[in-house]
């Protein structure tokens, strides 16, 4: 079982900057792929980042979603059990609840890691607010 627990959520102005971290319980958490989903009222959860597991940084592989892509970095500290979502030069249309998700299965698409479907255990969500 692995519990997580988002932080970092808030009100910002549009162009600003938010750090989201996701606290993960358990031993085995380097072995976990983790995500981050947003979503907002009324519309599907969408994928935003994912980050593989490797015990070695030059290891592990990045997703992003095209709409965050330039803007977002998702980052991974094993020793801490914390996975973070850097956000910068945010938009209005980024305000969403943002979810963390673990998985840890292996997979070889990256169409795989963007399905909501792919991941056993979530967070329950911060939300991210970006003003115009």
């Known amino acids: 079982q692995v519990q997580l627990v988002e932080s970092g959520g808030g009100l910002v102005q549009a162009g600003g900057s938010l750090r989201l971290s996701c606290a993960a319980s358990g031993r085995t958490f380097s072995s976990y792929a983790m995500g981050w989903f947003r979503q907002v009222p009324g519309k599907e959860r969408e994928f935003v980042a994912v980050?593989?597991?490797?015990?070695?940084?030059?290891?592990?592989?990045?997703y992003y979603a095209d709409s965050v892509k330039g803007r977002f970095t998702i980052s991974r500290d094993n020793a801490k059990n914390t996975v973070y979502l850097q956000m910068n030069s945010l938009k209005p249309e980024d305000t969403a609840v943002y979810y963390c998700?673990?998985?840890?299965?292996?997979?070889?698409?990256?169409?795989?890691?963007?399905?909501?479907?792919?991941?056993?255990?979530w967070g329950q969500g911060t939300q991210v607010t970006v003003s115009s």
């Open positions: 998700a673990a998985t840890s299965r292996t997979y070889y698409s990256g169409s795989d890691y963007r399905a909501v479907r792919s991941y056993d255990y």
């Open positions: 980050i593989t597991w490797s015990g070695r940084v030059s290891g592990r592989t990045t």
